[in-house]
């Protein structure tokens, strides 16, 4: 089973500042990782995800993440963020759940506080 | 248009009862899934349906029922309820349950068992 990792349960910074979201994964082989944030008190919504090509990743609300194969991480990132990024923000790899059905399998997520 | 609908969002009921929550998704796709979010907000796959059949089914007690009348439609029966059941659970939906489908989610139906 593949499983992915998020080293921070809560990363707290200052508006404006940049921030890193961090997540290894364990699979030898192909992977296909995906960013969700929740927002409080709403399901959860797509940032981005990496199939394959290039390992800059762009997603919306201006975060990216980078593939990182010989380090096996997907670390997710914002140059400047703004209070209303403050959410919990889910690492997640896609694998076979049964027949030709996948699943996602998750981290433990990331609670990204933003200050003013 | 939501996307994905849940409903209902909030359910409180006591211990032993049977409960039911119904989800919908508008976007055509095939595939549809029950995840649930324990208090400590990880969330961990349920079931999965592909236009009607069950494809996945996890580590799940069988008090746990889902029922997929058509392609649109899954619904969640939880008999004799547990304090343990208490969690949100989250529908989602995906075009074909591919590896690499985005997979639509919810807004979510928070279960609290008294």
């Known amino acids: 089973a593949q499983s992915v990792t998020q080293l921070d349960s809560q990363v707290p910074v200052f508006e404006e500042a940049p921030v890193e979201l961090r997540c290894n994964y364990s699979s030898s082989v192909s992977v296909y990782l995906f960013w969700y944030v929740q927002y409080p008190n709403q399901g959860l919504q797509l940032l981005l995800k990496?199939?394959?090509?290039?390992?800059l990743v762009k997603g919306i609300n201006g975060f990216e993440a980078e593939f990182n194969k010989s380090q096996t991480s997907f670390h997710l990132r914002k140059p400047s963020v703004h209070i209303s990024d403050t959410a919990e923000y889910f690492c997640a790899v896609s694998e076979r759940g049964g027949g030709s059905n996948y699943k996602l399998t998750f981290g433990k997520g990331t609670l990204l506080t933003v200050n003013p | 248009d939501t996307a994905v609908s849940q409903t209902p969002k909030y359910l409180v009921t006591q211990m032993g009862n049977d409960k039911s929550i119904k989800c919908e998704q508008n976007?055509?796709?095939?595939?549809m899934y029950w995840y649930k979010q324990d208090s400590k907000k990880f969330l961990k796959i349920m079931f999965s349906y592909n236009n009607k059949e069950l494809i996945i089914n996890e580590t799940v007690p069988n008090r746990f029922s889902p029922k997929s009348p058509d392609k649109a439609h899954l619904n969640l029966h939880i008999n004799s309820l547990e304090l343990g059941d208490s969690a949100v659970y989250f529908c989602a939906s995906s075009l074909q349950g591919y590896r690499t489908d985005t997979q639509y989610f919810g807004p979510g139906t928070r279960l609290t068992v008294l």
């Open positions: 976007l055509g796709h095939d595939t």
């Open positions: 990496y199939l394959s090509g290039s390992t």
